[in-house]
């Protein structure tokens, strides 16, 4: 059984997500995590400019992602910042190209899942994903979110991310924060909810 972990991450906020989905993801016997990542956009001077180059290049040894590969794994969980409340331009770009996808119905009865991160703690984090969900559900797939099975979620103490929709974190202002422990453990949770019932599905 393969799950297929699927991110863009300018900063490295959601690259540190996705691994910690990708241990999740292993808690589960008899399955594949592969983590890739969508194509980037931007020449590599806008990079430098927005100072993600160095971040850019410290997941070159990330494989990137063709639509082919979506149609090969039993899940799949997408990643993605937050940009004014919807998913990055990177990710709707790579999405856009699945229309064969769509038309085979490659897609119909997979897991698709979601998590994401947001500069701030009212930054979108709820509204990616459950817009993120619109184009998985055209597709067909069985949407999993993060149950309240992990009940750190309701923590009140201090700044945190996750929500029932998905695991999420937050960047920070300046894009210096790192994922905290609860966002981390939430991420590793949905990463092995996915897989669980993949299993039970594939069963």
């Avoid at 059984?1 to 996705?18: D, E, P, Q, T």
């Avoid at 119905?105 to 993120?132: C, M």
Wanted: glycine share 12%; with cysteine.
């Amino acid at each position: 059984m393969k799950i297929l972990i699927v991110y863009y991450s300018m900063y490295g906020h959601i690259y540190r997500m996705a691994q910690a989905v990708a241990e999740g993801v292993k808690f589960v016997d008899g399955t594949e995590v592969q983590i890739e990542r969508v194509p980037e956009t931007l020449p590599e001077t806008v990079l430098e400019k927005m100072g993600a180059l160095q971040v850019q290049k410290q997941q070159a040894d990330i494989p990137i992602c063709s639509v082919d590969d979506l149609a090969e794994a039993d899940a799949v969980i997408f990643g993605t910042p937050t940009r004014f409340g919807n998913m990055c331009g990177q990710m709707r770009q790579f999405l856009d190209a699945t229309g064969k996808l769509w038309a085979s119905g490659a897609l119909v009865g997979k897991i698709g899942s979601v998590f994401a991160s947001s500069n701030t703690q009212h930054g979108g984090q709820e509204s990616t994903i459950l817009s993120f969900h619109i184009t998985l559900l055209h597709h067909g797939m069985i949407i999993v979110g993060l149950p309240y099975a992990f009940n750190k979620q309701m923590s009140t103490e201090g700044i945190i991310g996750c929500s029932p929709y998905g695991a999420s974190t937050v960047a920070g202002a300046d894009g210096s924060r790192t994922p905290v422990e609860i966002d981390l453990a939430g991420a590793r949770f949905q990463g092995e909810h996915v897989a669980k019932i993949a299993k039970k599905l594939a069963g």
